[in-house]
Nanobody, 121 residues
Framework: QVQLVESGGGLVQTGGSLRLSCAASGNILGINYMGWYRQPTGNERDLVATITGGGDTVYADSVKGRYTISREPGKNTVYLQMDSLKPEDTAVYYC???????????????WGQGTLVTVSS
C-alpha cells in the first residue's frame, strides 16, 4: 500500500503564490506518475497537472504559465508551485499517483486526502 500526504494549502490573496507538496510513502519501487487534481465546491474533480517518472509534464490549459509541477530527485515527493493565483483557482486540491510496487509489475493508484486552497478577491 501507498500513502499520499498533501500539505501547503491555505488562504492567499489574488495574485499571490502557494506551494503544495505531496509525499508518497510505502513499498514503492517506482513512480509511474504523480499529479494534482482540484475540485471546486459543487463541481467535478479536474486535472491540474501531472508529471511522469521520466519527468514529462502535462498541464490544464487554465493553469499553464502560472503553475509548475516538479519532483524532488531521489524522493517520492511532488510539488505544485502556484503563482498569479485567481479566485477561480479556489478548490480542494488532491494529490494523485500511480506507483509500481514490485518486479512483477504490481501497481497501486490512489489519492491523497486533499488540501484546501482559497484565493480571496
Amino acid at each position: 500500500q501507498v500513502q499520499l500526504v498533501e500539505s501547503g494549502g491555505g488562504l492567499v490573496q489574488t495574485g499571490g503564490s502557494l506551494r503544495l507538496s505531496c509525499a508518497a510513502s510505502g513499498n514503492i519501487l517506482g513512480i509511474n506518475y504523480m499529479g494534482w487534481y482540484r475540485q471546486p465546491t459543487g463541481n467535478e474533480r479536474d486535472l491540474v497537472a501531472t508529471i511522469t517518472g521520466g519527468g514529462d509534464t502535462v498541464y490544464a490549459d487554465s493553469v499553464k504559465g502560472r503553475y509548475t509541477i516538479s519532483r524532488e530527485p531521489g524522493k517520492n515527493t511532488v510539488y505544485l508551485q502556484m503563482d498569479s493565483l485567481k479566485p477561480e483557482d479556489t478548490a480542494v486540491y488532491y494529490c494523485n499517483g500511480e506507483f509500481t510496487l514490485d518486479l512483477f509489475g504490481t501497481t497501486w493508484h490512489g489519492w491523497g486526502q486533499g488540501t484546501l486552497v482559497t484565493v480571496s478577491s
